[in-house]
């Protein structure tokens, strides 16, 4: 098993562009989630997803979108990138029973110029 | 909403020191509790987690944790760190039955051979 995979790991934006994160598990965990991580800050949950066709924001969803069209993939999207959206971006997942740990991904680090 | 702690922000020892790093919450409910540890570069996993039962958890590579409700704390320790621990420590809660987790700033050991 990949277990949740990233794409891509390293991308430079100009402001004002968007782009799309991908993520994707092969677990088939029903809970996903985008958190942010900065330095001094921890991680931040952006959104979230407790199943196909659900989502829900998190902590500081500005700025970002998501859908979950499959129980497999959970992409981010930026739609007009900006300076403070520079940040190492996680995906992780889990089973969705409530409480359980949960599986990260390797990680996106965007720069935003 | 539940938050987290993590006071210690740069902690350095020599190898066999003893490893002790705090966490506190804040939430009136019932929580699960989580170590996550970070090495450079990598993404998180999962260092141990409590749920319910004994408060004194153990978890992979020697770390443990104890769990004392009437302070709300859940601090990591380890009687004697090596070289290879050096990494990012988070400290994370979320409530019973719940999926979202909240994670504290973490904290940077730093291990002199």
């Known amino acids: 098993n990949a277990g949740v995979t990233q794409t891509p790991k390293f991308q430079v934006l100009k402001t004002g562009q968007s782009m799309t994160l991908q993520c994707a598990q092969d677990m088939n965990h029903e809970y996903m989630s985008w958190y942010r991580q900065d330095p001094g800050m921890g991680l931040r949950l952006i959104h979230y997803?407790?199943?196909?066709?659900?989502?829900d924001q998190g902590e500081v969803p500005n700025g970002y979108n998501v859908s979950r069209s499959t129980t497999e993939d959970f992409p981010l999207r930026l739609l007009s990138a900006a300076p403070s959206q520079t940040s190492v971006y996680f995906c992780a997942s889990s089973p969705g029973e409530g409480g359980q740990p949960q599986h990260f991904g390797d990680g996106t680090r965007l720069s935003i110029l | 909403a539940q938050s987290v702690s993590q006071h210690n922000h740069h902690v350095i020892l020599s190898e066999a020191a003893s490893l002790e790093l705090g966490c506190n919450y804040s939430?009136?409910?019932?929580?699960?509790l989580f170590w996550y540890v970070q090495y450079p570069g990598q993404h998180l996993q999962l260092l141990l987690k409590y749920f319910s039962g004994d408060p004194l958890v153990k978890g992979i590579k020697g770390f443990e944790a104890e769990f004392i409700k009437s302070k709300f704390s859940f601090n990591l320790r380890k009687p004697s760190v090596q070289w290879s621990d050096t990494a990012e420590y988070f400290c994370?809660?979320?409530?019973?039955?719940?999926?979202?987790?909240?994670f504290g700033t973490g904290t940077r050991l730093t291990v002199i051979p």
């Open positions: 994370a809660v979320n409530a019973t039955g719940a999926n979202n987790l909240f």
């Open positions: 997803s407790v199943g196909a066709g659900i989502t």
């Open positions: 939430y009136g409910g019932t929580v699960n």
